[in-house]
């Protein structure tokens, strides 16, 4: 489990900013729809459409601002995504209508994908010798966060009232904005050094690319806990619904566990490549379980989604460890921002795209999807090593780098 606390300075203080950032997420990520569809009344469809536009709005969003966090100092700029995120979301209370809903949840999401790309050069330069373990905390300590804020958020889901409702999403914002408050304890970070060469390096940078496609093609698997498993439980098993809260639970908890202690024997672009080969097969060993438990009896279900969980578990925690260490490793010192939101794009298209694809393959195929879920993310997974050994060609950005270091 992650130390409670890190040493004092930056460490604990972007560790403090992200712990109340992610109580905020926690309570929009469990009732923000439900607070769109129940207390606003609108249509399910067209909240489904707003923030799948919105996801796809984003994408671009982590590249620039990423970019503009290196040039002129990230605190300042994630500071900005801070605050344009609370003002977004507190909107959210004046989204009575579609298009209100759709700038509101446009905002606040483009911001939300341009805080994670300008916060990267933070986490590099403060993160100290392995910044990618320093990332891996971050991570165990946003599942906490996330707990906390969705048990606070069924509050709102119990009492069901507008008010109830419009008072979560104040404390949603607010949560951002105290978050974006706690970063100004933190040094500024001068902006990087000026650079000859082309500007956006990492559009260029096939190798980082292709990483940045495979990292995306395994990021499919967040959604299977949240979109997949869910729907299959309830309509192909005998299993009982208290399950699907069941096995997130437990997902979370071994991720705030050992999420740090994956990433510790992760320690090389070589050995985040192998990390992802692993990742691959215990994907493709959960899908397999998980579509052996229809038409099972009740226990013989419960039993094998759990273990299928674990597995897949196993699983994400070795996939989040590789694309810590590849991600970080692989970027120039100089542009870890532009560099970072690019790797972003991959996680983007899979959260855009990936419910739709589960829900097709696994749901409404079904078994057979499963099987071709799980080889797809195995094949992946296997392609990610040779993808390393390319990207540890010389390049020539990375002689970029070493001369920028040197100014």
Request: proline letters at 6%; one cysteine or more; aromatic letters at 10%.
């Amino acid at each position: 489990m992650p130390h409670p606390m890190p040493p004092a300075g930056p460490q604990r203080v972007i560790a403090a900013s992200n712990f109340v950032y992610t109580v905020g997420s926690g309570l929009y990520l469990t009732a923000g729809v439900l607070y769109f569809t129940q207390a606003v009344h609108l249509p399910a469809s067209q909240v489904g459409a707003g923030l799948g536009i919105a996801g796809l709005v984003s994408l671009a969003v982590g590249i620039g601002v990423g970019h503009l966090a290196d040039a002129k100092g990230a605190r300042g700029v994630y500071a900005a995504t801070l605050v344009v995120q609370a003002l977004a979301t507190a909107g959210f209370v004046l989204a009575d209508r579609f298009w209100p809903f759709l700038v509101a949840v446009c905002v606040a999401t483009g911001a939300k994908a341009a805080g994670l790309a300008a916060r990267s050069p933070l986490i590099r330069r403060y993160g100290g010798d392995r910044p990618q373990e320093f990332r891996a905390y971050l991570r165990a300590v946003t599942n906490v966060g996330i707990s906390l804020g969705a048990v606070l958020a069924g509050w709102a889901v119990q009492v069901g009232t507008l008010t109830a409702y419009q008072l979560l999403v104040i404390g949603n914002a607010a949560a951002f904005a105290v978050s974006a408050a706690v970063m100004f304890l933190l040094p500024a970070v001068p902006p990087g050094p000026v650079v000859e060469g082309p500007r956006w390096t990492a559009l260029r940078d096939r190798p980082y690319l292709a990483l940045t496609a495979i990292d995306g093609i395994m990021a499919v698997q967040f959604k299977v806990l949240t979109v997949a498993i869910p729907l299959w439980l309830v309509e192909a098993t005998t299993a009982p619904r208290w399950l699907v809260s069941g096995t997130m639970v437990l997902n979370t908890v071994m991720v705030i566990v050992f999420q740090v202690r994956a990433s510790r024997s992760i320690d090389s672009p070589a050995s985040g490549g192998g990390a992802y080969r692993r990742a691959g097969a215990a994907f493709l060993l959960s899908c397999s379980f998980v579509s052996l438990s229809a038409g099972t009896p009740a226990w013989a279900a419960v039993v094998l989604l759990l273990t299928a969980v674990v597995i897949h578990t196993l699983g994400e925690l070795w996939h989040s460890a590789g694309g810590f260490e590849v991600s970080f490793a692989l970027a120039p010192d100089h542009a870890t921002g532009q560099y970072l939101g690019v790797f972003g794009l991959g996680a983007g298209l899979a959260e855009a795209l990936g419910p739709g694809l589960l829900i097709f393959l696994c749901i409404t195929w079904g078994r057979p999807g499963w099987y071709v879920v799980g080889a797809l993310f195995a094949l992946t997974g296997l392609a990610a090593p040779l993808a390393v050994r390319w990207a540890q060609r010389p390049r020539g950005h990375l002689a970029v780098s070493r001369d920028a270091r040197a100014i």
